[in-house]
């Protein structure tokens, strides 16, 4: 079954310190894995998409790794600011399916003052 | 930056009663998407539209549903008879092509069916 599972559910993080959040897939044939952030009561907004052959890829202040050996993912947020508390969602798409993307249950970011 | 519009932001209807979402997706895109989010749920696949026709739907997209792009700027999805469970955030999002382009959400409708 397709199943996309992040891990820790919520955290809370000082103002200007790092965090990271991690994503497990079982979704396959695997196409890619990308990470959204929701801010609450709005759309998901993507922060970065990488494919089977991507490493890493930033955004800014965010630093998505892949490893597709172990169908594992990270996002690594740097110097966290007030406006990064959100909930962080890893998204896997099937190369059986373009439309249909598996979403994680995300993790809730609150960074405080 | 291009953004995807939805209308209404939240509708109440009853039990029973058709429901008409809208949306307008970003203007050159041309793959479209329903998605939903039952509170405190992960977001879950509707449907995909592409070339004026279904892709591919999920299990919950039954014959209570049914989308249509009935001009050049508006995609929409009606529910026919809507019941308790319908009551989610409806996302659209668009996506210039169905691989490996980002979609784009709009900040989505929230049905409550009383």
């Known amino acids: 079954k397709n199943q996309v599972e992040q891990s820790p559910q919520s955290l809370i993080i000082l103002e200007g310190k790092n965090c990271t959040l991690q994503c497990n897939y079982t979704v396959s044939p695997f196409s890619n894995l990308r990470w959204y952030k929701q801010d609450t009561g709005r759309g998901p907004v993507s922060l970065t998409i990488m494919t089977f052959s991507e490493n890493t890829k930033s955004n800014g202040r965010y630093t998505a790794t892949l490893d597709a050996d172990t169908k594992q993912s990270s996002l690594h947020i740097t110097a966290s600011q007030l406006s990064d508390s959100a909930s962080y969602i890893c998204v896997v798409r099937s190369t059986d399916s373009w439309g249909k993307l598996q979403f994680g249950a995300g993790t809730q970011v609150v960074v405080t003052p | 930056e291009p953004e995807v519009t939805q209308t209404p932001s939240h509708q109440v209807t009853q039990m029973g009663q058709e429901v008409i979402l809208r949306c307008v997706p970003i203007?050159?895109?041309?793959?479209f998407y329903w998605y939903r989010q039952i509170l405190g749920q992960k977001v879950e696949f509707l449907v995909s539209f592409y070339n004026n026709e279904i892709s591919e739907k999920s299990e919950i997209f039954d014959d209570q549903f049914s989308v249509e792009r009935p001009d050049g700027s508006n995609f929409t999805l009606k529910i026919r008879s809507t019941k308790l469970e319908d009551s989610a955030m409806y996302f659209c999002?668009?996506?210039?092509?169905?691989?490996?382009?980002?979609?784009?959400f709009g900040n989505g409708t929230r049905l409550t069916v009383t």
């Open positions: 999002a668009s996506s210039r092509d169905g691989y490996n382009s980002p979609l784009h």
């Open positions: 203007s050159n895109h041309l793959y």
